[in-house]
């Protein structure tokens, strides 16, 4: 919320399947900002995360994955 409102971001929203059940919560609860074409909450789903994290418009990451994904990230 505070990319969103505060920074004023477009935001991707990646959800982990261990959190599988949070998708559809956040579709509803997040409705306006979707609506608004600001925010898009996609599932796990390894292929749009790799593609995000190397396209030229994507400026910022926030990761709160494992060390795997960091490496991901960071290495390739």
């Known amino acids: 919320l505070h990319k969103l409102i505060v920074e004023k971001k477009v935001v991707l929203i990646k959800i982990h399947p261990v959190l599988e059940y949070m998708y559809h919560f956040s ?3 997040l409705k306006p ?3 608004a074409g600001v925010l898009k909450i ?3 789903d ?3 995360g790799q593609y995000l994290t190397n396209h030229k418009l994507v400026d910022e990451i926030h990761m709160t994955g494992s060390d795997k994904t960091f490496e991901s ?3 390739g």
């Open 27 to 29: 579709q509803i609860l």
């Open 33 to 35: 900002f979707i609506e």
């Open 42 to 44: 996609i599932n796990h």
């Open 46 to 48: 390894l292929v749009p």
């Open 73 to 75: 990230i960071v290495y």
